[in-house]
């Protein structure tokens, strides 16, 4: 989900200081219940979602393409 905003604008929106949301997303604080209640509101997904691990990334095999178009 992408929704284009800097750590600083989603800070403000869930009302949050942004080194303090900086700090939970980098997995340096723990949060309260009502704080991620608040993230998962604003992202518009349920709680259990921001516990869930991020989708992989699939690669193919072989040499990775050139850069040279």
């Known amino acids: 989900m992408a929704l284009a905003l800097t750590q ?13 949301y900086a700090r939970l997303e980098q997995g340096r604080s723990n949060p309260t219940i009502s704080t991620l209640l608040r993230n998962a ?10 516990f869930e691990e991020p989708a992989r990334i699939r690669r193919r095999a072989g040499r990775p393409r050139s850069a040279v178009s």
Do not use: C, I, K, Y
Not at 41 to 50: H, N, P, S, T, Y
């Open 41 to 50: 509101d604003e992202l518009g997904v349920q709680l259990a979602a921001l």
């Open 8 to 20: 600083e604008s989603f800070a403000e929106r869930v009302g949050m200081l942004a080194p303090n």
